[in-house]
């Protein structure tokens, strides 16, 4: 069975920067496309942003659009989000989990169109 370990959050002053991975293993064969999502106290869990299988599709929520940036390296089976900018209302659990809505290339995934999640990264942004 695929398996995802996210990794990398932590604690960040406002306009930092951090790097999330989130690392697959087991059946990596099934390392489809990848969604990020996060999830904020007291809030639904919302999508970040998706790459394709191949890398050469992927998408942004508008609240991160311009500041954040995912990218994946199949030979180390690992997909990542790099952060910057950071602002306070970053602070939440970062999940990755497999994209199943085949429409990456055109919007976010929203959590009901994905498969297996990891177990998430806690981000806090604050001074």
């Known amino acids: 069975q695929l398996q995802l370990v996210e990794s990398g959050g932590g604690l960040v002053q406002p306009g930092g920067s951090l790097r999330l991975s989130c690392a697959a293993s087991g059946f990596t064969s099934e390392l489809n496309a990848i969604g990020w999502f996060r999830q904020a106290p007291g809030k639904e869990r919302e999508g970040v942003s998706c790459i394709s299988r191949s890398g050469t599709w992927s998408n942004y929520a508008d609240s991160v659009k311009g500041r954040f940036w995912i990218s994946r390296d199949d030979a180390k089976n690992t997909v990542y989000l790099e952060m910057e900018s950071l602002k306070p209302e970053d602070t939440a659990v970062y999940y990755c989990?497999?994209?199943?809505?085949?429409?990456?290339?055109?919007?976010?995934?929203?959590?009901?169109?994905?498969?297996?999640w990891g177990q998430g990264t806690q981000v806090t942004v604050s001074s």
């Open positions: 989990a497999v994209d199943l809505s085949q429409r990456c290339s055109r919007v976010v995934p929203t959590p009901a169109e994905t498969g297996i």
